[in-house]
């Protein structure tokens, strides 16, 4: 290699004008003996340079020295690669330079030379978009199938990804359709996941797989329903596409539930009218009102209002939670999952031992409070049938099992009554129904006054009467004094207005200001005075996580038998 011929860029006497596309000073060089083959810092020599230009005239007098040898040496330099691999011919391919390309043909370029990373001259022209340069080097036997990228792409690929429709037109004639790269992606997949509508009905009219799978089993309408191209989701739905084909080994996942999770409606709503019904409620199914919830988008919207249930089906085991209420609480913390805990409750999901977890074994309350808005706690006369709440049309009763599983989980969470107690009472739930030996044997004095305060203390049980004289004699409780004697006449009056009414009535409605009493008196029958306990827990060590609670309380779980 002639090191003299090089300039300090390092590009060589004939390389620099062939550079320019100067065929007179490349001819007057080459007369005078200066190197067509020294190379730059790339590998690059003067046939590359006039290649990566297009000059036609500058190939043409470097071939024309070339080949002022023997043939073998003239092929070899014709096929000569940089350090990345790539002859003149790749690199003329890859400008798009079609009249270059026919010189070189005709010095015998390998048309199918490989770069090192894998790239063939007409890959490279497809990536570039020279459909000229594709048609040309297809009629002349360039290998269409090769596989051009460590992740084993073939040109159909390529074309797709890059949107070059007319080379899509041009390759589909030669390609194998179902070419399928390491993770198992066709052509048309690729389409769809890309939103290369125009790619994606050439494919499919032209015979391509429409429910072609991935490695992992998705399809090309689950990859276009998730990244939300409505448009190929139509063309794939015209075309044959099966929207119920599974598409996770995992749980059965569909299209509707890449739709749901991310948010596009309009897919969604398309979706909703060709997916079998079956996955609402079906065992083994999983409802997309679950996916909806998850990244808290506003689909669930739709989906409810197309008849989805808001209880859906127990996903326990395929997903860990019991239902799209469950999940929504478990995610509460962000606002817009509030959003969704608002619709699902508005939409009549009933809630289970799981759900009141989320809302009692804490310190905050604000999940609790949200519940109550949509839940009404029916007086005990009423517990055995279904009430109409009058004037409150966003709420619905409390279903039996649901006030059962609440009281349970209360019950078991007494070291938060600082905080649920005054919601729930408030509410209108029964105070009686949390008179048990464990209610008054673990709470904290504030707690127990509270609750004393709102039943007849002087007609307790002997066994509650007996835990309260043993917890005044250990000193683990400082009573109000007014619970040393019976109660005033004034009290029990009230007991016996709200016994009249309904709890939920008294406490949840404006009954009290529309009784003929004075006004001073309607806080008072609304029990208003009695003194709520402080929800702090400063004094005592740290609850375990919440999911810990969940764990311990299934493990220890005794059910209260108290309705």
């Known amino acids: 290699m002639d090191f003299k011929e090089c300039y300090r860029d390092t590009v060589s006497s004939v390389a620099a004008a062939a550079r320019s596309g100067c065929k007179e000073r490349a001819r007057e060089l080459i007369r005078k003996g200066f190197s067509i083959d020294s190379r730059d810092n790339r590998?690059?020599?003067?046939?590359?340079?006039?290649?990566?230009?297009?000059?036609?005239?500058?190939?043409?007098?470097?071939?024309?020295?070339?080949?002022?040898?023997?043939?073998?040496?003239?092929?070899?330099?014709?096929?000569?690669?940089t350090h990345e691999g790539e002859s003149a011919f790749h690199v003329?391919?890859?400008?798009?330079h079609l009249a270059v390309i026919r010189l070189l043909l005709k010095a015998h370029a390998n048309i199918n030379q490989s770069t090192n990373d894998l790239s063939s001259p007409l890959y490279a022209a497809v990536d570039g978009g020279h459909k000229e340069v594709v048609r040309l080097l297809v009629s002349k036997g360039a290998e269409v199938n090769g596989l051009h990228t460590a992740s084993c792409w073939t040109c159909l690929h390529q074309a797709v990804y890059k949107r070059h429709s007319e080379i899509v037109r041009i390759l589909v004639r030669v390609c194998h359709l179902e070419a399928p790269d390491?993770?198992?992606?066709?052509?048309?997949?690729?389409?769809?996941?890309?939103?290369?509508?125009?790619?994606?009905?050439?494919?499919?009219?032209?015979?391509?797989?429409?429910?072609?799978?991935?490695?992992?089993?998705?399809?090309?309408?689950?990859?276009a329903s998730q990244e939300g191209h409505e448009g190929c989701v139509e063309v794939l739905l015209d075309r044959g596409a099966d929207p119920n084909l599974s598409c996770s080994s995992d749980w059965r996942q569909l299209p509707i539930h890449a739709a749901a999770e991310f948010g596009h409606d309009g897919i969604l709503k398309r979706l909703v009218a060709v997916t079998d019904r079956v996955c609402d409620r079906g065992e083994g199914m999983v409802s997309p009102l679950y996916s909806a919830v998850r990244n808290h988008c506003k689909s669930f919207e739709l989906l409810l209002r197309e008849g989805y249930s808001p209880d859906a089906q127990d996903c326990t085991d395929l997903l860990g939670v019991r239902s799209p209420l469950s999940l929504a609480l478990s995610l509460a913390p962000n606002k817009s999952q509030r959003e969704s805990l608002r619709l699902?409750?508005?939409?009549?999901?009933?809630?289970?031992?799981?759900?009141?977890?989320?809302?009692?074994?804490?310190?905050?309350?604000?999940?609790?409070?949200?519940?109550?808005?949509?839940?009404?706690?029916?007086?005990?006369?009423?517990?055995?049938?279904?009430?109409?709440?009058?004037?409150?049309?966003?709420?619905?009763?409390?279903?039996?099992?649901?006030?059962?599983?609440?009281?349970?989980?209360?019950?078991?969470?007494i070291r938060f009554a600082p905080c649920w107690l005054p919601l729930l009472l408030d509410a209108g739930l029964e105070p009686s129904l949390l008179l048990q030996p464990n209610m008054l044997e673990e709470a904290e004095s504030g707690?127990?006054?509270?609750?004393?305060?709102?039943?007849?203390?002087?007609?307790?049980?002997?066994?509650?009467?007996?835990?309260?004289?043993?917890?005044?004699?250990?000193?683990?409780?400082?009573?109000?004094?007014?619970?040393?004697?019976?109660?005033?006449?004034?009290?029990?009056c009230r007991l016996q207005v709200r016994r009249?009414?309904?709890?939920?009535?008294?406490?949840?409605?404006?009954?009290?200001?529309?009784?003929?009493?004075?006004?001073?008196?309607?806080?008072?029958?609304?029990?208003?005075?009695?003194?709520?306990?402080?929800?702090?827990?400063?004094?005592?060590?740290?609850?375990?996580?919440?999911?810990?609670?969940?764990?311990?309380?299934?493990?220890?779980?005794?059910?209260?038998?108290?309705?």
């Open 344 to 413: 699902l409750l508005a939409a009549g999901a009933s809630l289970n031992e799981d759900d009141w977890l989320y809302a009692l074994a804490v310190d905050k309350t604000e999940l609790l409070q949200l519940i109550l808005e949509h839940r009404w706690i029916a007086s005990p006369e009423n517990w055995s049938r279904s009430v109409a709440v009058s004037n409150q049309s966003t709420r619905t009763v409390l279903k039996l099992q649901e006030l059962r599983e609440m009281v349970c989980v209360a019950l078991s969470q």
């Open 182 to 223: 390491d993770h198992k992606i066709t052509p048309l997949f690729v389409a769809a996941q890309y939103g290369q509508q125009e790619c994606l009905e050439i494919l499919a009219n032209a015979g391509a797989n429409v429910n072609a799978q991935a490695a992992d089993l998705a399809t090309p309408l689950m990859i």
């Open 92 to 96: 003329a391919a890859q400008r798009g």
């Open 447 to 492: 707690v127990l006054n509270y609750l004393l305060g709102f039943v007849n203390w002087s007609t307790l049980s002997d066994p509650l009467k007996h835990i309260l004289e043993e917890r005044l004699e250990e000193k683990t409780w400082t009573p109000h004094g007014n619970f040393e004697s019976i109660p005033c006449l004034s009290h029990l």
């Open 43 to 81: 590998g690059w020599h003067a046939l590359h340079e006039a290649a990566a230009a297009g000059s036609k005239d500058c190939v043409r007098e470097i071939l024309s020295a070339a080949g002022s040898g023997s043939s073998d040496e003239c092929r070899a330099y014709v096929n000569s690669l």
């Open 500 to 563: 009249a009414l309904g709890s939920d009535v008294l406490m949840r409605t404006a009954v009290a200001q529309q009784l003929p009493v004075p006004p001073l008196l309607h806080d008072f029958l609304q029990f208003r005075d009695v003194p709520k306990p402080a929800c702090t827990h400063s004094s005592r060590p740290p609850a375990p996580p919440l999911s810990h609670r969940i764990l311990e309380y299934y493990r220890t779980h005794k059910h209260r038998h108290v309705l």
